[in-house]
């Protein structure tokens, strides 16, 4: 199984200048990394400034 907390962590490493968007956190493919969970994550590891959860329906204009 991907921890995709962990391979997030590694693109913020290497892409610095980055935004990172995370979409479809909770499918069922992913069941076990929360939204939330993935925010705290971010905040632990220093990219939650670059890292985007955009809300259901909700559009990203880059």
């Not at 992913?30 to 985007?52: I, K």
């Amino acid at each position: 199984m991907i921890r995709w907390e962990t391979t997030l962590e590694y693109i913020a490493e290497v892409a610095t200048d980055a935004s990172i968007i995370a979409v479809h956190t909770e499918a069922v493919n992913h069941w076990n990394l929360s939204w939330t969970d993935l925010r705290v994550y971010a905040e632990d590891h220093d990219f939650a400034n670059r890292l985007y959860v955009p809300k259901d329906g909700e559009s990203i204009s880059l």
